[in-house]
């Protein structure tokens, strides 16, 4: 399968993307001495292919009326989203050192007027559906063929406002709207199979009028399959993707970490994971 | 079983007393939302006619509603533009977030339910997607403050209190059918989010017979006065107009500044009035007596350093009981009499 990149027409590799996107993330991490890096080395692979083969947009031109919009739920995955907008050129890279600095235009956690690519501002989880769903039906009202893509996190999956999105999306008919679920098995507390999930989640999407997919969400190939199919659907219902991420991934010694929602990084293990990701640079 | 206890501030009699049909000339709460428009003039759905209006010349303006168009009058605009009407369903949140997508779309939605959904159940909707980005939805809300005798679940006594905290929120609560018409106009041009308490249905007009025009940025004297200078704001304008036509056979001189905007707050009108020497400030809103009108002025003519007589007319800081509107209006004290006897003994 060709994992080039589809929207740019760039012969930089998916894997090659991913990797960048972990490595821009890590050296954010390094910055604080902490950040969610188990989140953003998990969900990688899934904003390469977002970002470098499914979404249309202009990197000089993060307003243009023509792309599609990334709405990004979950707050605290902003430093997976900036290392993909470094990567795309959104942000420039030596922006990195002022990752969750005062007057940083990288916070924490996301937010729309700091962060040009960062359409809305996340962190109250259960919102980014809705919003989607509006911003849907506007891009319809105007006769827009962009598509509308919420990246949410499977804790999100226990708030209500997602499934009176998911309902209102179904109701709708957004063919235009594309939910991305990290379902990556963590919550703050512990395994969100141990709150509210049931990990048979696609059903519950087809129930309520979705076309659903379950993917390895590390896996580039998958997730192209997946993506295209997504959007090439003729039919008239919204479509999920559901994620299935490993929390650190692609930095062994961190996979095996016992997995909490906030990965404890002792400071001189950040140039360790970054050495070790250099090592295995793709082309 | 139990006897649930009334809060410490509950007037509610209990459950296991018996009562007896009243004789005649009892009052009744079926009917959910109508102010008895006291022999005045009434015009039918002014918010619904004023949004057909504007639509009529914009092509931005969308409605969106959980299930209460025909309850906000927002079904005029249903009818007349069904293409950009959303029926939302009884899902607060997903039409508030959905009304957030709408304005980053570039549509100027205005989104109806009641007060208290809008307040209670869609709030972190309303502060993080639309107020925190500052983005155009108008949330108009019917059954504002005490305005149906359904009890709590129906009765948003506390609505300004919770939207008063919200930064970027512009907070309108108009008095009659003129105010309504014209104060949707008003913010239908505003750059920011606003929340706008509706009288629904046949809504009695007031302020036109003293040329009143609706400003966003500013309380307006509605009449003069030498003895008391009521502050008030939505329909209790309406009651402070009577009072002050009954005070006047008592040879009590009184004055009324309409506050149909609660936030920003026009302060420099009220300082300049409330500084005027010899008169009895009384504020007068259709809310509980925490965190609305009342105690904003009182906290800002305290920072400018005025300090005349002062008192509030407001509801009670409890969960207030069933029953038909008039019985509730005196027996919390926004009726026309209920006020014009306070004031006497205040004087």
Known sequence: ????????????????????????????????????????????????????????????????????????????YAIALYAALIEAGVLPEDEIATYGMDDSRLPMSGMAAYTPGMEITGGSLGHGLGIAVGAALGLKRKANPAFVYNMLSDGELGEGA?????????????????????F???QADGPTLDALATGDEAPKWRAFGWHAQEVDGNDLGALVAAFD???????????????????????????????THFIRVEADEWALALEILDAERPQ | MSDAAPGPNSRRKSKFTPRQAATGGA????????????????????????????????????????????YTDLHVFAKAYPERFYQMGMAEQVMISAAAGLAREGFT???????VFASRRAYDFIFMAIAEENLPVRIVCALPG???GYGPSHQATEDLAIFRGMPNLTIVDPCCATDITQATRAIADHPGPVYMRLLRGQVP??????????RLDRAQMIRDGADVLFISTGFMTMRTLDAATALEADGIDCAVLHVPVIKPLDIQTIRAEAARAGRLVVTAENHSITGGLGEAVAADLLRAGLHPAFRSIALPDEFLDAGALPTLHDQYGLSVASITARVRSWL
């Open chain 2, 109 to 115: 939605p205005f989104a109806t339910t009641y007060a």
């Open chain 2, 205 to 214: 007009d007031v302020l036109s017979e003293y040329g009143y025009r609706f």
């Open chain 2, 27 to 70: 009052r009744t709460s079926a009917m959910i939302a109508s102010l008895d428009a006291e022999g005045r003039q009434t015009v039918a759905a002014p918010f619904g006619q004023a949004l057909c209006d504007l639509a009529a010349t914009r092509d931005d303006i969308v409605g969106l509603t959980a299930d209460l168009s025909k």
């Open chain 1, 184 to 186: 990556n098995n963590q």
């Open chain 1, 229 to 259: 199919a997504a959007r090439a659907l003729p039919d008239p219902c919204p479509r999920v993707i559901l994620c299935k991420t490993k929390m650190c991934k692609g930095i062994p010694f961190l996979e095996e970490r016992e997995i």
């Open chain 1, 1 to 76: 399968m060709d994992l080039q990149t589809g929207a740019s027409g760039s012969n930089v590799s998916l894997a090659r993307r991913a990797w960048a996107i972990r490595r821009n993330a890590l050296r954010m991490g390094e910055v604080q001495g902490q950040g969610y890096i188990g989140q953003a080395l998990g969900v990688a692979d899934v904003l390469a292919v977002t970002h470098f083969h499914a979404l249309s947009y202009r990197a000089q031109e993060p307003g243009w009326e023509g792309r599609d919009r990334f709405y990004l739920s979950i707050g605290h």
């Open chain 1, 162 to 182: 997602t499934w009176e999105a998911v309902m209102s999306a179904a109701q709708w008919q957004l063919d235009n709207l594309i939910a991305v679920v990290d």
């Open chain 2, 146 to 148: 005490l305005t149906t």
